[in-house]
Each structure stands twice: as structure tokens, then as C-alpha cells.
T-cell receptor
Framework: DAGITQSPRHKVTETGTPVTLRCHQT?????MYWYRQDPGHGLRLIHY???????DKGEVSDGYSVSRSKTEDFLLTLESATSSQTSVYFC?????????????????FGPGTRLTVL | GEDVEQSLFLSVREGDSSVINCTYT??????LYWYKQEPGAGLQLLTY???NMDMKQDQRLTVLLNKKDKHLSLRIADTQTGDSAIYFC????????????WGLGTSLAVNP
């Protein structure tokens, strides 16, 4: 299994509080992604990173920020959590994005973080 | 824009074949993938196919690609209860700004 961990695995918080989720990899992959998964919406990309300090927005980035100060860590911050951000959050990593051979673009997923905002 | 569509649910009996379908809109897509998500876990790559191929077989899995109709299918032979999961279709789009586009996932239930 690819070495990806997410912490915490479960969190319950209150509306208006800041929350930070951490993704840690030991594979030295260039690309890291944060997704949220909700029933009926599949996987939606929040933000992704293509290198240290290089990040870009996904399709549902409002209310979220990210930082990547080291290759191995990608942090997702909910600046002021809302109930609509209750979800399961997945981190993924990949060596490439859209170039090279198919397996170069394979995304490896972490186990997920279940976040509940009350 | 690019889109990938899948039916949301499929129910089969153990031992039967399952066929999960996917349609996509980007005619310049390069690769198409099938990922599997077991309950409580992240996604894992199951198989992939180049956009210039018609078929790929890998043990119990057969992937068929109809590029003209932009239709992709995943057939699982002799479906087992352990195959119960959500199956996601995804494509790498073509052009200069390549990205991975996900379908919503098909939930496969295998009944004994």
C-alpha cells in the first residue's frame, strides 16, 4: 500500500471553528490532492498541489485553504467550519497528472477523515 | 465542459456477471480508469485502458471501450460478495490542460 496517512480520522466540531486536516505521504510523489466525498456528488476536488508551495484550486475551493511547506505534508484548513462542510475528506497522491504512461497518473488514496460540523 | 456519467446503483446475484457502464464527453481523452472503493476505505485503481484500445482483459475484469459513442464498460465475471463496492469511472482529458475527471460512482450490491 502507498504510504499515505490522514489525521485525524474522525472529528466533530462546531460551526465557526477553524479545522485543519493533515495528509502525510512517504512516497515522495509530486502531486497531492484534497477531495470531499458526499452522497450524490461523488468525489469533488477541493485543492491540489504540484510541488512545495505550489497549489491550485479545484472545483469546490470556497471556504478551504491549503498549504504545502514540505513534499510529504499537505494541510487542508477550513477557516470557519459550516455544516455544509460535513463530509468525508480524502487525500490522494500521484507521481504525475495527465502526462506519461497511465500508471504514472494513478492516484493513491488515504483512508479518509470523517468530519462532522454541528 | 468535460463530464463523466455513470448509473448510481447496480444489484446482481452472486456468480452472475456485473456490467457497470460509463459515458464521457471529451473525445480527446487519453486514458480511462476504473477505481474501486470498498466500504470505509479510500479508492484504489482497479484497471485502466488507453483511449486507442477497444478491450482489455485482466482475470475476471473486462473493460470495453467504444470510442465512437464515448462509452466505457467494466464487466466483472463470476461476481462475488467481496466485489460489493462503489466503482468509479475516470478519464484523463486531452489537450494542454490535462486533468482527471471523475464519475459519481456506481454502487454494486452483490446478493447471495
Amino acid at each position: 500500500d502507498a504510504g499515505i496517512t490522514q489525521s485525524p480520522r474522525h472529528k466533530v466540531t462546531e460551526t465557526g471553528t477553524p479545522v485543519t486536516l493533515r495528509c502525510h505521504q512517504t512516497e515522495n510523489h509530486r502531486y497531492m490532492y484534497w477531495y470531499r466525498q458526499d452522497p450524490g456528488h461523488g468525489l469533488r476536488l477541493i485543492h491540489y498541489s504540484y510541488g512545495v508551495k505550489d497549489t491550485d484550486k479545484g472545483e469546490v475551493s470556497d471556504g478551504y485553504s491549503v498549504s504545502r511547506s514540505k513534499t510529504e505534508d499537505f494541510l487542508l484548513t477550513l477557516e470557519s467550519a459550516t455544516s455544509s462542510q460535513t463530509s468525508v475528506y480524502f487525500c490522494a497522491i500521484s507521481p504525475g497528472q495527465g502526462t506519461g504512461q497511465p500508471l504514472y497518473n494513478e492516484q493513491f488514496f488515504g483512508p479518509g477523515t470523517r468530519l462532522t460540523v454541528l | 465542459g468535460e463530464d463523466v456519467e455513470q448509473s448510481l446503483f447496480l444489484s446482481v446475484r452472486e456468480g452472475d456477471s456485473s456490467v457497470i457502464n460509463c459515458t464521457y464527453t471529451d473525445s480527446s481523452s487519453t486514458y480511462l480508469y476504473w477505481y474501486k472503493q470498498e466500504p470505509g476505505a479510500g479508492l484504489q485503481l482497479l484497471t485502466y485502458i488507453f483511449s486507442n484500445m477497444d478491450m482489455k482483459q485482466d482475470q475476471r475484469l473486462t473493460v470495453l471501450l467504444n470510442k465512437k459513442d464515448k462509452h466505457l464498460s467494466l464487466r466483472i465475471a463470476d461476481t462475488q460478495t467481496g466485489d460489493s463496492a462503489i466503482y468509479f469511472c475516470a478519464e484523463i482529458t486531452g489537450g494542454n490542460n490535462r486533468k482527471l475527471i471523475w464519475g459519481l460512482g456506481t454502487s454494486l450490491a452483490v446478493n447471495p
